[in-house]
């Protein structure tokens, strides 16, 4: 992957602007001569060897053979793409044929800070359209451009698909990256969770005065003298608070052990988590953008040997001499060797940015990981608080039961009956006097 990349960058930057103007220089020896009026959209020009080549200015097709002045007569079996020798520079990297600067159209990235196109800084070029686009020194196929990039979990809603391009703000003041998005909704998660764990802190709290008053209650001598089957439903009614006030404490205790605790232990492994994937990320992207630095450097100063080889070129053309031969030389051999920092900075790079694409992907899909489990984690305590609630309506249930059996059986009759026999005085009634 790399290397393609390096190989497509190498090439775009590297080709161009060392083809000398048509006319100005006669023929080497043994070609035929070029006072001949080419056909018409055919130019002339000459590599960096002095070896005369042909250009159609309107198919950007090349040549070595002179096309034909005689219309359906082509002086050659015929023009063909790319058949000069691929030359950095002046520089043969190798002996096969390969494009001439006019029949390289292939852009890498869109660049603020360097706006020009080496591979087109000879008058009369186009622009070739970019066809890819950097977010966050990071290259990706131009929309307007490329087909549409294949999901990488097409049947899901994945992080790792939808969150490589920056999002403006609301108040469009900046952008934030689409990493960071993701770190922020998982920071904002564990910051909910920590909310939940305090609410569950404070039903605690709750739970724990309740039965400590319910208990309190319970001593409380009040109507202790109440006597019969009313005496003994209401002296269940103060127990009943002291068997409740037994469940709440269980209940918040409980409430501590497994639902509170749970949540503030998995929020902590959980921050370490996210602290380990920032980190990590925020380190690949450091690199990925001093690299970046490095190949735009590169490719600045790879146009500077160009234009100072294309000035020495033109100055051969115009005067020979042994010193601007050397001069040619020694530029070439500059423009190789900056042609080859490019290149070599370009391959950097693209480690790089395949590293970071590797571990982007991995990273979000762990985030993913995380919260998933995060919220199954936080549905299952929940459900068992409601548990652990519902275990304690019926527990307090079971607590009022026999103050309900006691309440049904008060009898006001036998309590009386009760407290007679217990306290009667006697049954010998007053009775009128006889004279």
Known sequence: MASHGAD??????????????????????????????????????????????????????????????????????????????LTVNGYHTSGTPAHPPETAHMSVRKSTGDSQNLGSSSPGKKQSKENTITINCVTFPHPDTMPEQQLLKPTEWSYCDYFWADKKDPQGNGTMAGFELLLQKQLKGKQMQKEMSEFIRERIKIEEEYAKNLAKLSQNSLAAQEEGSLGEAWAQVKKSLADEAEVHLKFSAKLHSEV????????????????????????????????YAAVEKARKALTERQRDLEMKTQQLEIKLSN???????????????????????????????????????TTTLELERLEVERVEMIRQHLCQYTQLRHETDMFNQSTVEPVDQLLRKVDPAKDRELWVREHKTGNIRPVDMEI
């Not at 250009?55 to 015929?78: D, Q």
């Not at 749970?262 to 996210?274: A, G, T, V």
């Not at 070599?344 to 970071?356: E, G, I, M």
């Open 8 to 85: 497509r960058i190498f090439r775009r930057s590297l080709e161009g602007p060392w083809e000398s103007k048509p006319g100005m220089v006669p023929p080497p020896p043994g070609e035929e001569s070029q006072t001949v009026v080419l056909p018409p959209g055919w130019q002339s020009y000459l590599s960096p060897q002095g070896r005369r080549y042909y250009v159609n200015t309107a198919t950007n097709e090349t040549t070595w053979e002179r096309p034909s002045s005689s219309p359906g007569i082509p002086a050659s079996p015929g023009p063909h793409r790319s058949s000069l020798p």
């Open 260 to 291: 509170e605790k749970p949540l503030m232990n998995f929020r902590e492994n959980f921050k370490k988590d996210m602290k380990k994937c920032d980190h990590h990320i925020a380190d690949l992207r450091k690199q990925l953008a001093s690299r």
């Open 323 to 361: 010193k601007t031969e050397e001069d040619i030389k020694k530029a070439r051999r500059k423009s190789t060797q900056a042609g080859d920092d490019l290149m070599r900075c370009v391959d950097l790079y693209n480690q790089a940015q395949s590293k970071w694409f590797e571990e982007m992907v």
